[in-house]
């Protein structure tokens, strides 16, 4: 699960990739639409990958501008910290990295 920014934007992306984000999915989501590339801000192995990104859009649903997709008005530390409560209940971090300062 991770979760990435961008300075053109008020918010933040909460997802899942099989790969590890900061070489492949920050690429692919940086095309012609998008003024700025998207920056991994954190990164976690989880046991449930798909359990745990459906719960964390389910904690942080109020606060989806468009609840059809994966961004939210929230700021990163909301973030890492709801994913943190909610892996350690349901889905175990194994590996996570923080590059958000």
């Known amino acids: 699960i ?3 920014s961008n300075p053109a934007y008020a918010v933040i992306k909460i997802g899942k990739s ?4 900061t070489k492949y999915r920050a690429k692919e989501l940086y095309q012609t639409g998008v003024p700025e ?3 991994v801000e954190y990164s976690a192995l989880v ?3 798909d359990l ?3 719960i964390v859009h389910q904690r942080f649903h109020a606060s989806r501008p468009n609840k059809g997709r994966e961004f939210f008005e929230l700021d990163v530390p ?3 910290k709801g994913i943190r ?3 350690a ?5 194994r590996i996570e990295d923080v590059y958000y300062r």
């Open 52 to 54: 745990l990104e459906r």
């Open 47 to 49: 046991e449930d990958e």
């Open 85 to 87: 409560e909610l892996a």
């Open 37 to 39: 590339p998207m920056k």
């Open 18 to 21: 099989a790969q590890d984000p």
């Open 78 to 80: 909301t973030a890492i």
């Open 2 to 4: 991770y979760i990435m």
């Open 89 to 93: 209940e349901r889905s175990p971090i």
